[in-house]
């Protein structure tokens, strides 16, 4: 097998584009020159544009799960209350983190591979009327579910005074956000997803309300305490050392998205969700998710074969990487990310190597349907040439 190349379709980490992965060379600066703070000024009023929201995105260093603990945490309090909507292993991933910060959680656990349903929640709502937020995942990963946010916000504020959390982490930078258009209370996301980044950074916004409860908040911890960051971030500063490297990579990565337009990387992300679809279905493969219910970022395949053996024998022959099955779905499916720096070009190739890959696996299938048939989707929706 050729060597030094390999195609990471894993929903996160992902691919680095080159230019990004560049400009993170620079040499070091220090953590309070004049410099760093200018690269702070620049991608600020940037990145509210990619959350589509008006209030400041703090970028904390740390994982996506560090975003997930710090909503949860500044938001809510030790005894108080909040309801979890768990449609897979982050959603149950963020009722742990409150069960270790003593929030008490109601929780509304969907089947596996489907979204939620808001009006569940409205009932929740009006037996727990305490309830201080509702938690909710927004794409949830290990289902390639993309859940009704929007929707959800809207029964949230009817019903209640509740924030609305959602954990955006495998889909901000795939689609058009409207946080505050939405109503959602805190949004935050990771570096390593959509955002074309490696991993390192998280990102939260947080709205005017939610502002107030956190404000009222004594105990919000330190690290993740975010008035911190928001003070700091007003003066184009961190209250700790930032992720500097990777503050560079961000700038010219939103410089590559601000250059797409951010309407035309949702319907890249749109597309190619139905081009990988379409290939799966032209070779009769159960999908996990109903179409209605299809993330743009991250696909899970429910094969009428062996995930594992197909994982791994996509790997070893074409170093063609996809995710295995989290929790319950372990084995028994395959998820493929298509989000970030991947584009129709990427797909087509991607799903050739997959009927090859289902060939050597022993599937009878005819080779090239499933190419053909993204091909007639590119083609019915893709960009003309100008
Ligand atoms: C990847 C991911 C996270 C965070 O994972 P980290 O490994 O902490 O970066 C959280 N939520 C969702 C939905 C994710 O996809």
Redesign the pocket.
Known sequence: MLQDQQYLRI??PTPIPPSVERAMTKPMVGHRAAVTDDLQAKIRPRLRKVFGTDQDVLIVA???????EAAAINTVRRGEEAIVIIS?S?GA??EKICHAHGILVHRYETVWGEAFDPEHVRGMLKEHPDVKAVIA??????TGVVNPVAELAKVVREESDALVIA?????IGGVEAKMDEWGLDVL?T?S??AMMLP?GL?FAAVSERAWKQIEANPERGFYLDLVQYRDSIRHNTTPFTPAISLLYGLDRALELIEKEGIAEVAARHELMRDMVRVAFKAHGVPLLTTDKAASPT?TAVKPDFDAEQFRSLISSEFGLSVASGQGELKGKIFRVGHMGYCSPADVLQMIALFELGMIRSGKQIEPGKGTAAAQQVYLQKGDQPK
């Open positions: 929903p996160g740390g994982s996506g799960t560090s975003g997930l897979g982050f991933r963020f995942t927004y794409c949830e990963t290990s954990d955006g982490v495998s889909i935050v990771g390593q997803k991993p998280m991250v």
